[in-house]
C-alpha cells in the first residue's frame, strides 16, 4: 500500500467526515432521511474503507475482532433492553411512552434508544461480515477439516490461533 | 400484573438471551443460560396454554399500537399448544445439549450454538405466537437464518453445503411468503390475521389473491418439507450436530405446519382454501405420496440419521393428510401428530446423539453389536421406533388410530389401509437398525454407555412417548379443542 499516496489522503479525510456523517444520519433520524439502519451501514462503510486502504491488520489492533462480536450483541440487547424498562415501568412491551414522565419525551427517548440499538449491530455486523471473507483467504483455506479427532484439533487451532500475515 | 404481559415475554426472553451468549461467550456459562432461559419459555408456554384453554384466546398489543395497524399477539389454544411443543422441545434437548455440542463442534464456536439455538427459538416462538402475517415473515426470517448458522456449525465439512442447500431453498420459500403476504396486503390493505380473515372473503375471487394464496401455500410447504419441497431436509438432518437435529425434528417444521394450519382454516376460509383451491385433493394425494415413498427411500438409507430424516417427511405426509380431510377428527389427528410426532422424534435422534458420542458415527454397519454395549441407548430407540411405527401403548397409535378414524368417518376405508400398510414401512426401516444393533457382532467391543446426562433426557422423552401413548385425554382434549376454534371460523 506504499504507493497509493492519493488512496492514503484522500481515504484519512474522509473517513472521519464519514463517521460523523453517520452519527448525523442516526441522531437526526428523528426529524429528518435516516435512522439507525442507514447511519450503521455508513459507519461500518467507513471503518471498512480504513481496512481497504490501510490493510486487516492495522484495523484490527483498534477494532478487534472479539470487540465486534461483542458490540453486535450489545446493539440488540440495548434494542430489547428499552422494551424490557416499558414494561417495568408498568406499559406494553416497548411503549416508549412509559419511558418518561411525559408520553411525547418517552416516544422520542424510546425511538433515540432503540435506533441507536439497531445503529451498533448493523455497523458491527457489517463490520464483522467484511473481517470473515477478508481473513478467508489467510486462515481458513489451511485449515484441516473439523472431524472432532483430538489430533486434527490440534492442528485446526494452530491455525486458527494464526494471525494473518 | 405480569400474567398480561406472558405473551410477549415469551419471545422477549430468548431474544435477550441470544445477544447475551455473544458477549458472554464462555461455553458453559452460555449453555447454563440457555439452559434456563428454554425453561423459563417452556413455563410461559404451559401457562398459557392453560390460561387460553379455560379463559379464552388473549391478546397482547405490542408498543400499545392497537390491533389492526400496531403489531398483534394472539394466543389460543391451537398456538398455545404449539408454544408448549416448541419450547418443551428445546428444553429437554438443551440438557443433553452440552456434552454432545462439545464433542462435536469446535470449542471456539461453541457459544454461538447456543446464540443461533436461542434465536431460532425466538423465531420459532414468534411465528407461533404472532397474529400479524408480516410479523410471521420477520420471525420465519430469525428461525431460519439461525437455523443455517446451527447446521452450518455441524460435526464435517459437508455440513457447509447442507447449510447451504438449506438456505437457498429456504430463501426462496422465504421469498414466497413475502410476495405472498405482498398481494394480500395490495388486496386488503391489512397485516392483522383476524382483520384479513375478515376482508378477504370480499376480495377472494380475484386472481390477485389467489395467486397470494398460492405462494403462501407453496413457500410455508417448503418450510414444512411437505412431500415434493422436502429437497432440503435429509442433508441438513444429517450434517448438522445431534442436538440440533433433535431440536429442529422435533420444532422446525411442527411450526410450519402451524401456519398452513393458520392460513387455511383461519385467514382463507376452509371453503375456500380446501374446496375452491382443491387443496383438499392436492394434500391428500401428496400425503399419500409421501408416506409411502419417503418410507421407501428411508429404507434404503445407510445412515440412520439420514433415514430417521426421510421418516419426518413420510411423518409430515400423515399431518398433511390429517388436515386434508378437514374434519374436526381429521385435523386432531394432524394436530396431535404435531405433539406425537415431536416426541417420538426427537427422542430418537437423542438416542442417535448418544451413539454418535460413543461410536463418532451412526452408519448402519458401524452400528453392528452396539445394543450389547451401549444397552440404555438402544432400548430407547427400539421404544422411540416402536412409537414411529405405530404399536399401540405409545404416541405414534395415538395419531394413526385417530388418522384411521378420520379416514372411516368418510367411509375411505382405502386411505386408512394406507396409512396402515405405510406403518409397516416403518417397521422395515426400524428393524434395519435393530438387527444390527442386536443381532450382528462388530468391532464396537470397548463402547461404553453413554453418559447419564445425554440418556436423561432421551429417557425423559421415551417416558413421555408410552405415558402420553396410554393416557392420551390431555393431548386428545387440547388438539379437539384446537381443531374446532380452527374449523368455526372468526
Known amino acids: 500500500m506504499e504507493h497509493h499516496i492519493v488512496l492514503r489522503v484522500v481515504a484519512k479525510l474522509l473517513i472521519p467526515v464519514i463517521l460523523l456523517f453517520a452519527l448525523y444520519v442516526q441522531f437526526h433520524g428523528d426529524y429528518g432521511p435516516g435512522g439507525g439502519f442507514q447511519a450503521g451501514v455508513i459507519f461500518g462503510a467507513g471503518l471498512i474503507l480504513y481496512a481497504l486502504i490501510f490493510g486487516l491488520q492495522t484495523i484490527k489492533k483498534v477494532v478487534t475482532p472479539s470487540f465486534v462480536h461483542y458490540m453486535s450483541g450489545v446493539g440488540l440487547l440495548l434494542y430489547a433492553g428499552v422494551g424490557v424498562i416499558s414494561l417495568f415501568k408498568g406499559g406494553n412491551y416497548l411503549d416508549y411512552s412509559f419511558l418518561s414522565a411525559d408520553p411525547v419525551h418517552g416516544q422520542h427517548l424510546g425511538i433515540l434508544l432503540i435506533e441507536l440499538g439497531v445503529g451498533i449491530t448493523v455497523a458491527f455486523v457489517m463490520v464483522s461480515l467484511f473481517y470473515a471473507f477478508a481473513g478467508y483467504r489467510q486462515a481458513d483455506l489451511k485449515v484441516p477439516p473439523d472431524t472432532g479427532h483430538e489430533a486434527t484439533e490440534k492442528a485446526r487451532d494452530a491455525v486458527l490461533e494464526r494471525e494473518p500475515q | ?490
Open chain 2, 1 to 490: 400484573m405480569i400474567s398480561a404481559h406472558l405473551p410477549a415475554l415469551q419471545v422477549v426472553i430468548p431474544l435477550l438471551a441470544a445477544p447475551a451468549c455473544v458477549v458472554v461467550r464462555q461455553s458453559t456459562l452460555t449453555w447454563l443460560l440457555a439452559l434456563l432461559v428454554s425453561w423459563i419459555s417452556f413455563a410461559i408456554a404451559l401457562t398459557l396454554l392453560v390460561q387460553t384453554f379455560f379463559n379464552g384466546p388473549m391478546s397482547y398489543e405490542l408498543g400499545g399500537w392497537a390491533a389492526p395497524l400496531g403489531i398483534e399477539y394472539a394466543v389460543d389454544v391451537v398456538n398455545a399448544f404449539v408454544l408448549v411443543i416448541v419450547s418443551g422441545v428445546s428444553s429437554v434437548v438443551l440438557i443433553s445439549a452440552k456434552e454432545s455440542i462439545e464433542r462435536e463442534t469446535h470449542i471456539k464456536r461453541t457459544h454461538l450454538v447456543y446464540t443461533g439455538w436461542l434465536l431460532c427459538l425466538t423465531g420459532l416462538l414468534g411465528i407461533t405466537i404472532t397474529g400479524d402475517v408480516f410479523n410471521v415473515f420477520v420471525f420465519l426470517e430469525i428461525a431460519s437464518l439461525s437455523s443455517y448458522l446451527l447446521v452450518s456449525l455441524g460435526p464435517d465439512r459437508r455440513a457447509l453445503t447442507a447449510a447451504f442447500q438449506y438456505l437457498v431453498m429456504g430463501t426462496i420459500g422465504a421469498t414466497f411468503i413475502l410476495i405472498g403476504v405482498g398481494l394480500l396486503y395490495m388486496m386488503t390493505g391489512t397485516l392483522n390475521m383476524a382483520d384479513l380473515a375478515q376482508r378477504i372473503p370480499g376480495v377472494a375471487q380475484t386472481t390477485t389473491v389467489r395467486a397470494g394464496f398460492a405462494f403462501l401455500v407453496l413457500g410455508i410447504s417448503l418450510k414444512a418439507a411437505v412431500f415434493p419441497l422436502h429437497y432440503w431436509l435429509p442433508n441438513a438432518y444429517t450434517f448438522a450436530p445431534s442436538a440440533v437435529t433433535a431440536f429442529m425434528a422435533g420444532s422446525a417444521t411442527k411450526v410450519s405446519i402451524y401456519l398452513l394450519l393458520r392460513f387455511f382454516f383461519d385467514i382463507f376460509s376452509e371453503t375456500f382454501s380446501l374446496r375452491t383451491m382443491r387443496l383438499d385433493l392436492i394434500l391428500l394425494i401428496l400425503g399419500v405420496i409421501a408416506i409411502f415413498s419417503m418410507s421407501l427411500v428411508a429404507i434404503y438409507q445407510s445412515n440412520v440419521k439420514r433415514m430417521l430424516a426421510y421418516s419426518s417427511v413420510a411423518q409430515v405426509g400423515y399431518m398433511v393428510i390429517g388436515i386434508s380431510l378437514a374434519t374436526t377428527t381429521g385435523l386432531t389427528a394432524g394436530i396431535v401428530h404435531l405433539f406425537n410426532h415431536a416426541l417420538m422424534k426427537c427422542a430418537l435422534f437423542l438416542a442417535l446423539g448418544c451413539i454418535v458420542f460413543r461410536l463418532n458415527s451412526v452408519d448402519l454397519k458401524d452400528l453392528a453389536g452396539v445394543g450389547r454395549r451401549m444397552p440404555w441407548t438402544m432400548a430407547a430407540f427400539v421404544i422411540g421406533g416402536l412409537s414411529l411405527i405405530g404399536v399401540p401403548a405409545t404416541v405414534g397409535f395415538i395419531s394413526k388410530w385417530y388418522l384411521v378414524l378420520a379416514a372411516l368417518e368418510r367411509d375411505w376405508w382405502w386411505l386408512a389401509f394406507m396409512v396402515v400398510a405405510s406403518s409397516l414401512l416403518a417397521v422395515i426401516y426400524i428393524w434395519r437398525v435393530v438387527e444390527t444393533a442386536y443381532f450382528k457382532t462388530g468391532p464396537v467391543a470397548n463402547t461404553e454407555e453413554a453418559p447419564l446426562i445425554l440418556l436423561v433426557p432421551t429417557w425423559v422423552l421415551i417416558v413421555a412417548n408410552i405415558y402420553f401413548g396410554v393416557s392420551a385425554v390431555d393431548t386428545i382434549s387440547f388438539a379437539t379443542r384446537a381443531a374446532d376454534q380452527l374449523l368455526s371460523t372468526f
